[in-house]
């Protein structure tokens, strides 16, 4: 399994906001990925801070998150917000 844990770090309220409209469509789509195991992103007690867990099958079905996710408008309106992620497999 691959197992992704960090951070979205927001600049601004405005970011934090883009986190919050595009979000829920996010998580929808990508719960019905194919090896989508778990994933979350939630606010923090900081509104520029959002805690990240993903949890796919394997390194193929992580990949092909990654690819599609990059390709949607949550990549596309997100792309300025820092990302701190630590990938790992897991057992």
């Not at 309220?13 to 996010?26: D, G, I, W, Y």
């Not at 990508?30 to 394997?58: I, Y």
Request: overall charge negative; glycine content about 4%; charged content about 30%.
């Amino acid at each position: 399994m691959i197992k992704l844990s960090g951070w979205l770090i927001c600049k601004n309220v405005n970011e934090s906001e883009v986190v919050q409209r595009f979000l829920p469509e996010h998580m929808r789509l990508t719960k019905q990925e194919a090896g989508c195991l778990s994933f979350s992103v939630t606010e923090t007690a900081d509104p520029l801070l959002w805690k990240v867990e993903e949890l796919f099958t394997d390194k193929q079905t992580f990949e092909a998150h990654q690819l599609r996710t990059k390709a949607s408008i949550w990549g596309e309106k997100t792309l300025s917000i820092r990302r701190e992620y630590d990938i790992s497999e897991v057992k």
